[in-house]
């Protein structure tokens, strides 16, 4: 017997090693030398270590009268919450709409179509098609309706750029997560609602009491995905703005990647490009991704309940 578990110890270990190897590799290193490279002043992504200045918590403290860094965490808080919260109604509307709905695959698949276009593609569809201030799809509807102020808005304007961009942003995440919201609500009893029915339960009784109970597991899974790609966010602020640096729809990533390679002509940031800088602005990202996770594991509790 203890032959046998002794045996099954080495078995784990021969086939847990290559996978710590791999995560040592290519996630913990990566970390640590980012964190390292944090505290130093580097103009030079490919610069020796030996050419580095030791600068200690500057390049955080830089950070924190940047302009631009604050700027742009202010973005991402306001696609974290305001998005996130109009992101998550949507998805719960039409999940719940679709449930009781006979041709619900065909309009699923139609309300997750966004997320198997590239963003890029979808940036172009919104800025031409539906946010064009001479004959895009917002000016002809609003026109249509007489609806005069809202037609004459300029959606791509640098007033009207953020706006537009986590519209944009919202509507093509809403399909991911009404999916995944709509395969929690299929793994619930449908016993449940009819003995809630029974005892003359209403909707939003049995959506409070039973529907967001059961599914709050997966509901708090869900919360963690918008939560790392709003803080994350990046490809659609570097399109949405041709550079990625316009203030006003400017992202903690785009900063950083300017900082580390350089990639704008702004002159603001030109002057100031320090990858320790840009490698600071990966760990306050790294740390927030950190800080919410614990967060959301402390409000949404973890009790289960078994069905």
């Keep these: 017997m203890g032959n046998m578990k002794k045996n099954e110890r080495k078995m784990i270990v021969l086939f847990m090693a290559p996978v710590v190897l791999i995560y040592l590799i290519f ?23 030996s ?6 918590f500057k390049n955080y403290m830089d950070l924190t009268k940047n302009p631009l860094f604050v700027i742009s965490y202010k973005n991402i808080m306001a696609i974290l919450f305001i998005g996130g919260l109009g992101v998550f109604i949507l998805a719960f509307f039409f999940a719940v709409v679709l449930q009781k709905m006979k041709t619900k695959k065909f309009f699923r698949a139609a309300i ?18 539906v946010f064009n201030s001479r004959f895009g799809f917002l000016k002809s509807f609003f ?19 953020f706006t537009s961009m986590m519209i944009a942003f919202c509507f093509g995440s809403v399909g991911y997560y009404m999916v995944i919201i709509m395969a929690a609500m299929d793994k619930i009893p449908k016993d449940f609602y009819e003995c809630a029915d029974l005892e003359g339960a209403g909707s939003f009784t049995k959506f409070f009491r039973i529907t967001l ?22 490809l659609w602020s570097r399109v949405f703005s041709g550079s990625g640096m316009d203030p006003k729809t400017l992202s ?9 390679f350089g990639g704008s002509k702004t002159q603001q940031v030109a002057e100031h490009i320090n990858v320790g800088m ?18 959301l594991n402390v409000v949404i509790s973890k009790e289960k309940y078994e069905y």
């Design 143 to 161: 026109g249509a309706l007489g609806l005069d102020r809202l037609a004459a808005i300029p959606w791509t304007s640098p007033d009207w750029a």
């Design 213 to 234: 109970p059961l599914m709050k597991d997966i509901l708090r899974t869900a919360i963690t995905f918008w939560c790392l790609g709003a803080i994350n966010f990046f």
């Design 112 to 129: 997750y179509l966004p997320n198997v276009i590239t963003p890029v593609a979808l940036v172009v569809m919104w800025t031409q098609y």
């Design 278 to 295: 840009g490698a600071a602005i990966g760990v306050t990202l790294c740390a927030s991704v950190i800080l919410v996770f614990v967060i």
């Design 27 to 49: 996630f913990l290193y990566p970390t640590i030398r980012t964190v390292h490279m944090s505290f130093f002043k580097v103009r030079n992504l490919a610069s020796p270590a």
């Design 252 to 260: 903690p990533a785009n900063l950083m990647f300017n900082m580390i």
């Design 51 to 56: 050419e580095w200045s030791f600068v200690g």
